[in-house]
C-alpha cells in the first residue's frame, strides 16, 4: 500500500471509529489530511469496437484481481407479467454454457481459493470474481462464454425456478417482517410499474417464464454493448485491455430494447398502510422518501443528511428514538436496493424501525418529524460535519481496498453514471457539502407530502377483540 493511500485509510478509520465513541478531538485534523493525501483511485476505461467498456483499476499489491461485468438491466426493465424475471435470469447465468457445462465456473474459481457471485437491482445486474491474478484469463473467458450463450433447456430453468421460489419463501414469506421495508414500501411509495413491482417475483410470474423469454432476454439485454467489464488488481491496462479484446472482442453487438420512461416527481401527500403480520413478535414501521435524481446537486448534501439522520448510533433518530424517548427497539436505514450512489431511476430513503407495542407509528413518525425539523432548522455544527464526513469517507475508501468491491463498484459507477471517474469525484461532493446544504435538501425531501409509511403490526394486535361470554342464566 502507498504512503498516501496508508495514511488516508488510517486517519479516516481511525476519527470514524472515535465518532462512535463520542468526541473526537482529532477529527478535524484527520479531515484535514484526509483532503491533502486523498487517495486517487487509478482508472483506465477503454470502449471495444463492440460497444464493451472496459475499466481496468491496476494495483499490484497483491497477486490478486477482483473482476465484475455489470449489465444495464434490471427489475425495471423486466417483462410485464414476469415479475421477479430479471432475478431468475441471473440465476440461469450460473447454469452453465454449451462449452462450460454448470460446475466449470465455479471449478475455476475456487480451485485457487476464490469466489464468486451476482445480484440483481432495479438499474443493474452484476456478476462479480475474485481469484489469484494467475486465473484471470479463465475467468474472462468464462464470462465472455456465457455473454455469447448460455444452456437454455426446460430442466435447467425449471430447476431455478424452484430455486427462486424457495429464496422467496426463506427471505420473505417465513420471515418476520418480510421484505416490508423495501419490496412494499416501493408498491406504495411508486406510481409507475416499474418502479413498484415486485421484483422478486410472483410464483405465477415465475411459474409462466418460458425458454422463448430467456431467449429473448439474453438476446436484448447481455450483448457486449449493453455491457462494462472491470477488472481491478494485478493487472496493468495494457493487459486488462489486451485480454477483454481477446475475449470479447468477436462477440457482436445486439441491439437493446430502448427503456420505458419511468421517471418520477416527488409524491404530493403522505401514503400511509397497516399491514398484519403473522410471524413479528413486535410492530414496525418502514418511512420513505423519494430521493434526489442520480448525478443531481442534491445527491451529496443527502448522502450527509442520511448518514447524520441514521447513520448507526451516533445518528440523530437513533439517539432520539432509541436512546432518548425510547420509542424505538432499533433503527436502520436503506437507499433502495443499492446505496446513495448507485441507482439510475426514482429511489428511496427508507428508515426502518422495530417499536414498542405500548407506543404508536405516529409517535414514532412524530419523533422523526421533530429531529427533521431541528435540522432544517439549526442545520448542524461544523465539529459535527466534519465527523458525519469522516464517517462517510473512511467507509467510501474502506470499501474499495478490497480488489472485489473495488472492480464492482467502477463497473457499476461506468454503467450508471457514464464515467467510472466519478470514484474519485464523490470524495470532493462529500467534503463540499454545507451545514446550508443539509437544511435545504431536508427541507426539500424529508417532508410528510413526499413520505410513504407501511405500520407492519403483528397479527394479533390488529385481530378483533374476541366478543365478551354471554351472562350465565339464571337459575330458577
Known amino acids: 500500500m502507498n504512503t498516501t493511500r496508508r495514511a488516508a485509510l488510517s486517519l479516516l478509520s481511525a476519527a470514524a471509529l472515535a465518532l462512535t465513541q463520542g468526541p473526537a478531538l482529532a477529527a478535524p485534523a484527520a479531515a484535514q489530511a484526509a483532503s491533502a493525501d486523498r487517495w486517487q483511485i487509478p482508472v483506465h476505461v477503454k470502449t471495444l469496437a463492440n460497444g464493451l467498456t472496459v475499466v481496468v483499476s491496476p494495483d499490484a499489491s497483491s497477486p490478486t484481481v477482483g473482476v465484475s461485468v455489470v449489465y444495464k438491466v434490471g427489475m425495471r426493465l423486466e417483462p410485464r407479467n414476469r415479475t421477479g424475471f430479471a ?29 464468486n457471485n451476482g445480484s440483481t437491482r432495479p438499474d443493474f445486474t452484476n456478476y462479480i470474481e475474485t481469484a489469484p491474478s494467475s486465473a484471470l484469463e479463465s475467468i474472462l473467458w468464462l464470462e465472455a462464454d456465457r455473454m455469447t450463450t448460455l444452456d437454455f433447456n426446460p430442466t435447467t430453468l425449471k430447476n431455478q425456478q424452484d430455486v427462486v421460489k424457495e429464496e ?30 415486485d421484483g422478486y417475483g410472483s410464483f405465477v410470474d415465475l411459474e409462466n417464464a418460458n425458454l422463448d423469454d430467456v431467449r429473448a432476454f439474453h438476446r436484448d439485454f447481455y450483448g457486449p454493448n449493453n455491457a462494462v467489464l472491470s477488472i481491478a ?5 495494457a493487459q486488462g485491455f489486451a485480454l477483454a479484446e481477446k475475449y470479447f472482442g468477436k462477440i457482436a453487438a445486439r441491439p437493446a430494447p430502448k427503456p420505458t420512461d419511468f421517471s418520477e416527481g416527488l409524491n404530493t401527500a403522505e401514503r400511509r398502510l397497516t399491514q398484519p403480520d403473522k410471524l413479528a413478535q413486535v410492530p414496525a414501521i418502514a418511512a420513505a422518501w423519494k430521493l434526489p435524481s442520480r ?44 446505496s446513495i450512489w448507485e441507482y439510475d431511476g426514482p429511489s428511496l430513503f427508507t428508515v426502518f424501525a422495530l417499536y414498542k407495542p405500548n407506543t404508536t407509528a405516529d409517535a414514532l413518525l412524530a419523533g422523526m418529524d421533530e429531529e427533521i425539523a431541528r435540522i432544517v432548522k439549526d442545520g448542524v455544527t461544523d465539529t459535527e460535519l466534519k465527523h ?12 474499495l481496498e478490497m480488489y472485489l468491491r473495488r472492480a464492482d463498484r467502477l463497473a457499476k459507477l461506468q454503467a450508471l453514471w457514464g464515467d467510472a471517474q466519478v470514484v474519485n469525484k464523490i470524495p470532493a461532493w462529500i467534503e463540499a457539502v454545507s451545514s446550508a446544504d443539509v437544511q435545504r435538501v431536508a427541507a426539500t425531501y424529508l417532508t410528510k407530502a413526499n413520505r410513504s409509511v407501511i405500520d407492519r403490526k403483528p397479527a394479533a394486535m390488529l385481530a378483533a377483540p374476541a366478543a365478551a361470554p354471554a351472562a350465565a342464566a339464571s337459575k330458577p
Do not use: C
Open 388 to 399: 458525519l464526513k469522516t464517517a462517510l469517507l473512511a467507509s467510501w475508501y474502506n470499501d
Open 168 to 197: 422467496i419463501r426463506v427471505n420473505v414469506q417465513n420471515q418476520p417482517y418480510g421484505g416490508f421495508m423495501w419490496l412494499d414500501i416501493s408498491a406504495l411509495a411508486f406510481d409507475k410499474w416499474e418502479n413498484a413491482h
Open 233 to 237: 488488481g494485478d493487472v496493468t491496462p
Open 87 to 115: 432475478h431468475l435470469f441471473e440465476h440461469l447465468m450460473f447454469q452453465g454454457t454449451p462449452k462450460a457445462p454448470k460446475g466449470v465456473f465455479d471449478t475455476v474459481i475456487t480451485s485457487g481459493g476464490g469466489n
Open 295 to 338: 448525478g443531481s446537486a442534491e445527491q451529496a448534501p443527502f448522502a450527509v443528511l442520511g448518514q447524520l439522520l441514521a447513520g448507526g448510533e451516533a445518528s440523530r433518530l437513533y439517539q432520539g428514538l432509541v436512546k432518548g424517548r425510547q420509542l424505538a427497539l432499533n433503527l436502520d436505514s436503506l437507499y433502495g436496493l443499492t
